[in-house]
């Protein structure tokens, strides 16, 4: 028997408080698995206890109380007596409900008489038998329209689910009914499917007597004596004998119709939620007592869905705990698109085979909906880095309430690092440290505006007068030693390095100045020389202050390679201020399923009227977009975000934000990364909320620092989806830091030589590049390859980085999920649109700068939002050459009512003018002129080879840093991988999946330098070749293409496909006008035949024959200096080259890595293929031996000298380790080497799972 038991009343869940069988106690008391907190990381803690083991696919997370969380007995109590007291008001409520709710025979025989005297709307009937009912199953199923809270003719029951107060009402909307029946054939609930649906609602519901006005109305929920409260389970039977039991999503339609043609008894769930009912199902399966194998009839695209796999598995879980086995219906429904099991053809019913449940895990752990165990273990691996690189390791340690640098410190001569925790006065003690030091400093940030506030602190709290380098235009200063002057890291190339002598360099917060530095920030084509003045600067400098209460080891390291011979002082304040109170809210849909993009409970929850918030966001339109929410209620506040900074009122409020705050008393604040920062307000009792949206722009420090901008300690709310939304941030993708490293290495090898290729001088260019890549400042290099991987960990782990490092700062962190509130999202995506036909209007109206280096300049520097606007214009005319002088710019353009197709008119027409049209499609999609440009130089491929040559001869420095020569010298990568892929003959003609060309462009896909190139492959092969059509769409967007809707012809039906060229005519049109749609908006970019297209185009090819016609002659290469540099090294790189050449056996490679690297990157592709086989051929020896030796040392050596003497892993090598504290051997095989992660076989786990089932963990 298990020694777990379910909870319940009696036996709560001490982490959730669940009572209601979810989750499980250990007759110890001491371990939990809890379903509720099931996606919980190893080592988190939560209300007392801490993870130690993760969820492996069955719903739990297993606990154990934590004897080391600082908890006093009273607040272990007031927990306890909290849970306590939300428990009894959960039963009493429900025991509320129960005495009042009808019998499920009284249920019945209501909804039995409402159905009877409803009929079925004509609209309803045909979707029904459009879904493949016949007239005699509609009757039997029992489905019937009702309209907005429909009249009946009879009274029925308030207690009945769905009734009104008044018995003569239904609380529906438009749509039809679905019955629900549980085991025993009653109609014991019904659900609406509704006509029409607005934007990210749900189009079923549960007919329910919950509301607004009457909370406590009947839930659609069963109540049964001796469990807790349940959704209802719909169980429809065949006609006949039943086959046998099978599970499906839905209650209605899909479930029913299954049963019909499989003969099957079908229970059917709400987003697929058995194991939320799992009283009713264990009773429903003994329908059929002979029932072993129970299939889980799989909805299309659900492999790739780890929300619904995560339900399937629940459930297959249960399934096997009762003594029965799970399989999965399989019909090759990988795709959202392919059909669910009642649109699957009678004659496609032989395609069904049934996998096991570990080969359904194995095929979605393919398609992204679970993950594999191998893919766990290397996920484990990389969050033990991910919280390794956030160490700081002090030299010195302090615990205050308020930070004060040490009274005896020596400056001169020093990197002083301090790590204080948010809002423990580290700005003023850094300010009261340079006014005791008496010299000049220089302080540099990231954000000038943040820097302002520091200017008047600096004034009012030390006497100090800061001179802003740009305000106040100070440069004449810079050469004065002991003034003090603060400017962003992009001003930094405006000095010279020996006028930093004598002087205090401060980063004031550190990781975001450096992490602006390596990512490229706002530095454009200056980030080499930036970084070479900061090398420079911190080299000359007499000390270096570090601020920052993110401060992790690996910055200072670099600051201490870069400053050189510096003694490192390292301090940390051990402080940690009272926790905050976070709740990280999703939100659900009435069918319980989750919305994990949903912000609308937020929002809700942020326009109450006893709700004065401080919103946060890492995204300039929310900022916008919350603004206008909340000012159309009739609330007056702020917003500030790049637009406002330099609106007076954010002048003043930067200045000093507590006073501001004070003195006009909004009813709401919202900031947005302009605030990330350095901002110190304290809202003093004014604000009662605080609340945090993030779509992933900004990396988990940032997301730190922005949330407690404002210190007051209030109840604080956090929307974050799991993952980042800003995709390809970074080249590489890989979270591994060496891999990061070689593929960035690779790639801009790639590129170098792409642009000696592209010279009339391949041999002089490929020395000067080479050379100048080979010079690049390795420190910085080794920094950003940690960040870079680091920050793709973080893109891909956003929520839960973030939950993280809040509980590593002491915070009380909760995870809910909240009701959705469908219009308001509807009104946000309202707002969004409108505020974007808003800024194209603005832009399109403004008057452009006669010179494009007058607005460049303005870019840099805080300015007004007519000035922005101006600049946005100008950049976008100048991007489109004679755009203003073409016919669409002031013609009138609409939308043709019954297809959506542009409609140009003369002026004076209808519409909004054809530019200001075109500048409001390239806000909504804002790869659309990249697409075009592209697509131009593919087409004229000699302009696309000079501009790369000419770029990369701009970048050959001696300051050049290979992180800014992959993010500016890697563009034209994507033009050259689209030519080698010969995307232009899909252009013409029609292609199926299995079309000779489409087959070769995807094993083109899958070479390296082409992955390289593009940062994306066909990815894995699926049945039916689907990847290799989702290759071409991928390739066709990069240049603003599309295909057009297929057609099915042949035998066998086969999908056809062709590029989308002239909407007019063409399948997608077709398809729509059949479903009493038009074309959107944001479709017409594809449209080739669009005038505003064509317009643009011409524009663009004026721009490049323009450009092509003043640089079209030889770029002068220096070769003078290129031949004086290689000489330096060219005979030992002579000498390697031949002996590479002819080697013919791979032990005899004994040269330094570095000369090989070196030689390695001058070799032929053929020469690197021949030197690769005599590798593979090496690993595979070594590999044979290493077993045989293994084999031999294990029948030899006494087990205790087995583990002092394991030979060296090799992929692939076999081992046996002897426990003799176990007295047991476990075999298993090396899978993959990744750095400092081994990646094992699956049986290996199982092996020590079972060796140390008896054991205790210890953490």
Request: hydrophobic share 35%; aromatic share 10%; with cysteine.
């Amino acid at each position: 028997m298990s020694s777990f038991t379910p909870t319940s009343k009696r036996l709560a869940c001490d982490i959730c408080g669940d009572t209601s069988g979810k989750c499980r106690v250990h007759k110890g008391g001491e371990i939990l698995l809890c379903m509720p907190f099931s996606n919980a990381r190893f080592g988190e803690i939560q209300n007392g206890y801490k993870c130690i083991k993760e969820d492996k696919g069955k719903g739990w997370s297993t606990w154990k109380i934590d004897n080391t969380q600082e908890w006093t007995q009273q607040q272990r109590q007031e927990w306890k007596q909290r849970l306590e007291a939300r428990r009894r008001q959960q039963a009493k409520q429900d025991e509320a409900r129960a005495s009042r709710a009808l019998s499920e025979r009284q249920k019945h025989e209501q909804y039995q008489k409402m159905l009877a005297e409803l009929d079925l709307h004509p609209d309803d009937r045909a979707d029904l038998i459009r879904r493949g009912f016949t007239n005699e199953q509609i009757e039997l199923a029992g489905f019937k329209s009702v309209e907005n809270w429909q009249r009946l003719k009879g009274k029925y029951s308030h207690l009945l689910p769905g009734i009104g107060i008044g018995g003569k009402r239904l609380l529906t909307g438009k749509g039809y009914l679905c019955p629900i029946r549980n085991a025993q054939g009653l109609i014991v609930a019904c659900q609406i499917r509704l006509r029409e649906v607005k934007s990210g609602e749900g189009r079923y519901r549960y007919l329910s007597s919950v509301t607004k006005k009457n909370p406590s109305g009947q839930s659609p929920h069963l109540y049964r004596k001796g469990f807790e409260p349940e959704l209802p389970l719909a169980i429809h039977k065949p006609p006949g004998e039943p086959k046998g039991i099978a599970l499906a999503e839905g209650v209605g339609a899909k479930p029913f119709l299954a049963s019909q043609r499989l003969g099957l008894i079908v229970v059917g769930a709400a987003g697929g939620q058995w194991a939320g009912s799992l009283n009713q199902l264990k009773e429903t399966l003994k329908l059929c007592p002979n029932a072993t194998e129970i299939p889980i009839l799989a909805d299309a695209g659900s492999v790739a869905n780890p929300a619904v796999c995560n339900q399937y598995f629940r459930a297959a879980e249960l399934l096997q705990e009762w003594g029965y086995t799970p399989v999965f219906a399989w019909w090759n429904q990988v795709l959202k698109d392919d059909p669910d099991i009642d649109e699957l053809p009678s004659e496609r019913y032989s395609e069904i085979e049934y996998l096991s449940l570990d080969e359904f895990k194995h095929l979605a752990s393919e398609h992204g909906g679970a993950e594999s165990k191998h893919e766990q273990g290397k996920l484990r691996y990389f969050w033990r880095q991910w919280k390794r690189l956030r160490q700081f390791t002090p030299t010195h340690t302090v615990n205050q309430r308020y930070f004060k640098f040490p009274r005896d410190l020596k400056l001169e001569g020093s990197i002083v690092a301090a790590k204080s925790a948010l809002g423990t006065g580290k700005t003023s003690a850094f300010l009261q440290l340079i006014a005791e030091s008496g010299m000049g400093v220089r302080l540099i940030g990231y954000r000038n505006n943040l820097l302002h506030q520091t200017v008047s602190r600096a004034k009012t709290e030390a006497g100090l007068n800061f001179y802003h380098l740009q305000s106040d235009d100070a440069f004449l200063f810079l050469k004065d030693k002991d003034s003090l002057i603060t400017f962003c890291l992009d001003s930094i190339s405006h000095s010279q390095p020996h006028w930093y002598e004598g002087t205090i360099i401060v980063l004031d917060e550190t990781v975001s100045v450096l992490f602006h530095g390596i990512s490229g920030g706002t530095l454009g084509d200056r980030q080499s020389k930036c970084l070479s003045v900061l090398r420079e600067a911190l080299k000359a400098c007499a000390a270096v202050v570090c601020l920052d209460g993110n401060l992790r080891d690996i910055d200072i390291e670099l600051i201490e390679k870069l400053a050189e011979n510096k003694k490192v002082i390292k301090i940390q304040n051990e402080f940690k201020p009272d926790p905050h109170n976070i709740t990280f809210v999703r939100g659900i849909d009435p069918e319980g399923e989750l919305k994990r993009q949903d912000r609308s409970p937020l929002l809700k929850a942020m326009s109450r009227e006893d709700c004065i918030p401080w919103i946060v966001t890492d995204a300039l339109g929310k900022s916008k977009v919350f603004y206008e929410f909340l000012s159309s209620q009739g609330q007056k506040g702020f917003v500030l975000n790049s637009e406002t900074v330099g609106e007076p009122w954010a002048v003043e409020f930067l200045a000093n934000p507590s006073a501001f705050i004070a003195k006009y008393k909004p009813d709401f604040f919202i900031a947005s990364p302009s605030a990330e920062s350095g901002l110190d307000c304290h809202g003093n009792g004014h604000f009662t909320h605080k609340f945090s949206f993030f779509v992933g722009v900004l990396n988990t420090n940032a997301q730190n620092q922005i949330m407690f901008r404002l210190r007051d300690n209030l109840p604080h709310y956090v929307f974050c989806p799991d993952r980042g939304r800003v995709k390809d941030r970074n080249i590489p993708t890989t979270y591994s830091v060496n891999e990061y490293k070689k593929q960035l290495e690779a790639f801009n090898q790639l590129n170098a030589g792409l642009a000696a290729e592209a010279s009339n001088s391949v041999e002089i260019v490929e020395g000067v590049v080479r050379l100048s890549l080979q010079n690049a400042d390795p420190d910085y290099f080794k920094y950003s390859t940690t960040l870079g991987a680091f920050d793709n960990f973080e893109i891909n782990n956003l929520r839960e980085c973030l939950i993280s490092s809040l509980r590593e700062s002491g915070h009380r962190v909760i995870e809910a999920d909240w009701e959705s509130e469908p219009e308001l999202a509807g009104i946000e995506s309202e707002i969004f649109g409108e505020l974007q036909r808003q800024q194209a209007s603005e832009t399109f109206q403004a008057k452009k700068y006669e010179e494009i280096e007058e607005a460049r300049k303005l870019k840099r520097k805080t300015v007004p939002l007519e000035t922005k606007r101006r600049i946005e214009k100008t950049f976008f005319l100048d991007r489109l050459p004679g755009i203003e002088e073409s016919s669409i710019w002031e013609s009138p353009v609409s939308s043709d009512p019954e297809t959506g197709l542009p409609i140009i008119s003369k002026p004076g027409g209808t519409g909004i003018a054809g530019g200001e049209k075109l500048i409001l499609m390239n806000l909504k999609n804002r790869h659309f002129l990249t697409g075009l440009e592209r697509l131009y130089l593919l087409q004229n491929f000699h302009i696309a080879q000079k501009r790369h040559e000419k770029l990369w001869n701009g970048l050959c420095a001696d300051y050049l840093t290979k992180e800014e020569a992959a993010r500016r010298g890697g563009k034209f990568a994507t033009v050259w991988a689209l030519r080698e892929l010969n995307i232009l003959q899909f252009f013409e003609r029609e292609w199926t999946a299995d079309s000779f060309e489409i087959i070769e462009l995807e094993k083109a896909g899958h070479r390296p330098d082409i992955v390289l190139a593009l940062g994306f492959s066909p990815g894995k092969e699926r049945k039916g070749n689907p990847q290799r059509i989702d290759y071409l769409r991928k390739l066709l967007s990069l240049v603003s293409c599309r295909l057009d809707s297929p057609v099915q012809r042949g035998e066998k039906r086969a999908r056809h496909y062709q590029v989308l060229k002239d909407f007019k005519g063409s399948n997608y049109l077709e398809k729509l006008v059949k479903q009493d749609k038009t074309i959107p908006e944001e479709s017409w970019v594809y449209d080739w035949g669009n005038p505003l297209r064509l317009a643009t185009a011409e524009a663009i090819e004026k721009r490049f024959n323009k450009w092509w016609a003043e640089n079209s002659s030889s770029i002068k290469w220096v070769e003078e200096q290129c031949t004086s540099r290689i000489t330096e090294t060219q005979s030992q790189v002579d000498a390697d080259l031949k002996f590479l050449h002819q080697v013919q056996d791979w032990t005899e490679v004994v040269m330094p890595q570095e000369r090989f690297d070196e030689a390695w990157q001058l070799l032929e592709r053929a020469q690197r293929n021949r030197l690769n086989h005599l590798y593979q051929q090496y690993l595979e020896g070594q590999k044979q031996q290493v077993v045989q030796e293994t084999e031999n040392q294990i029948s030899k050596c006494d087990p205790e000298m087995i583990e002092q003497s394991q030979p060296e892993i090799k992929i692939g090598s076999v081992f046996q380790r002897w426990c003799d504290y176990l007295e047991r051997i476990v075999s298993y095989t090396v899978e993959v080497i990744e750095d400092q992660y081994v990646g094992f076989t699956d049986g290996c786990w199982e092996a020590i799972a079972t060796l140390l089932s008896d054991y205790q963990l210890v953490s």
